[in-house]
């Protein structure tokens, strides 16, 4: 599910309003009036351009790339070109189609270095990445490669509007890799493999610190301690769950193992899996 999109779509019209008005005398506003194969040559860049905006507000995404690409291909040396580049991207990221979305906003940043959008070229180019998120089932590199352009967004662009969306996109993509790590921390604790089980809750302590996965994580290494007989790393461990989580019903749970004739917190308690159905990414 995409996140801001007409958002997103009203920006990129924006951007582009001094271009759509100055079009606006040339062409007869009606897109079937332009034959987006044979006739494209003929046509002036600014109606192609125009041509390619209104096929954006009505949400003919591929007809409006083909508009945008007509101008590159026709009018390369144009002012409308550069421009056109953006769209023509922009298009592919709202048909879902982020390899090439990726690979036109790739070439608007390297050529076009100085643009007065390229915060926006940077943003767009994460948000792909960042769409092709999978659930902590599969393999996680996309979201790493996510991670990266999020935070050259916060890095290059830390006072724009981008940079604060994508810095709330950064903790979802980090929630989401630290519960892939608790999905494999569980699965080694039910194998029996205490001490792959243990690297993995350890590593969701130290390098997930600010995602909801730590409480669990913590009580999770209180049960594989106690299991191990190391009881005084047990405790240590349910002391600090404690202390950074004292309402936590993960906190209660180990105190139930510590402690005899304690009872662990009523109710099932919400797993990852149950709470990535409420994400929205």
């Not at 659930?135 to 979201?143: A, H, I, L, N, Y």
Request: hydrophobic fraction near 40%; proline fraction near 5%; glycine fraction near 6%.
């Amino acid at each position: 599910m995409r996140i801001l999109s007409n958002r997103s779509l009203r920006l990129s019209l924006l951007l582009a309003a001094p271009l759509w008005l100055g079009a606006c005398s040339q062409w007869d506003g009606k897109t079937a009036s332009l034959t987006p194969r044979a006739e494209l040559a003929a046509q002036t860049p600014e109606a192609l351009y125009a041509a390619g905006m209104d096929a954006l507000k009505q949400e003919r995404f591929q007809e409006a790339k083909e508009f945008f690409d007509a101008v590159e291909r026709e009018h390369p040396y144009s002012t409308w070109a550069t421009q056109a580049s953006l769209m023509s991207a922009y298009a592919d990221y709202m048909r879902n189609r982020y390899a090439e979305a990726i690979g036109g906003l790739n070439r608007f940043i390297q050529l076009h270095p100085g643009h007065r959008d390229i915060a926006y070229a940077y943003y767009l180019r994460a948000l792909s990445y960042y769409e092709q998120i999978v659930d902590s089932e599969r393999d996680q590199k996309g979201t790493e490669l996510a991670l990266a352009q999020l935070q050259e967004v916060v890095n290059r662009f830390p006072d724009s509007a981008y940079a604060r969306d994508a810095a709330l996109k950064i903790d979802l993509a980090r929630d989401h890799l630290a519960g892939r790590e608790m999905t494999i921390g569980r699965f080694y604790q039910n194998r029996g493999l205490p001490q792959a089980a243990i690297g993995r809750f350890r590593r969701v302590v130290e390098e997930y610190q600010t995602t909801n996965h730590v409480p669990e994580a913590l009580h999770r290494l209180t049960e594989i301690y106690l299991s191990l007989g190391l009881t005084d790393e047990a405790r240590k461990t349910a002391s600090v769950l404690g202390h950074n989580y004292p309402g936590s019903p993960w906190y209660q749970d180990s105190y139930a193992l510590l402690i005899d004739g304690s009872e662990p917190a009523p109710g099932d308690r919400p797993g990852f899996m149950r709470r990535s159905l409420n994400w929205i990414f």
